[in-house]
Nanobody, 125 residues
């Protein structure tokens, strides 16, 4: 099964920034909406943000926890979707995953596929 690959995680101090990348080596992301999710220890996986196929400003979605701090974007030439995270908080600590949404954003988690292995984000002083 083809998978996405996440990168860009790391250790950052509260208030800092990170940019996560999500790429696919075996298929084109051009035809897929892509979502970012995260899972903290002992918690369920939750949605963070999603970007539609067109990727326009009006075609992005954010959960309340990400609004005003995170920005999702896509570069189809690089076959990559990004999640720029700013003003990070300790509660943002989690493994971050990306996945494709063949039917578009606004779908339940079970409708997403090609999950990557995740990238760890730790926000701590």
């Amino acid at each position: 099964q083809v998978q996405l690959v996440e990168s860009g995680g790391g250790l950052v101090q509260p208030g800092g920034s990170l940019r996560l990348s999500c790429t696919a080596s075996e298929f084109s992301l051009d035809y897929y909406a892509v979502g970012w999710f995260r899972q903290a220890p002992g918690k369920e996986r939750e949605g963070v943000s999603c970007i539609s196929v067109s990727g326009g400003t009006g075609d992005t979605r954010y959960e309340d926890s990400a609004k005003g701090r995170f920005t999702i974007s896509r570069d189809n030439a690089k076959n990559t979707v990004y999640l720029q995270m700013s003003r990070l908080r300790p509660e943002d600590t989690a493994v971050y995953y990306c996945a494709t949404a063949p039917q578009g954003c606004g779908r339940p988690l079970s409708d997403f596929g090609s999950w990557g292995q995740g990238t760890q984000v730790t926000v701590s002083s």
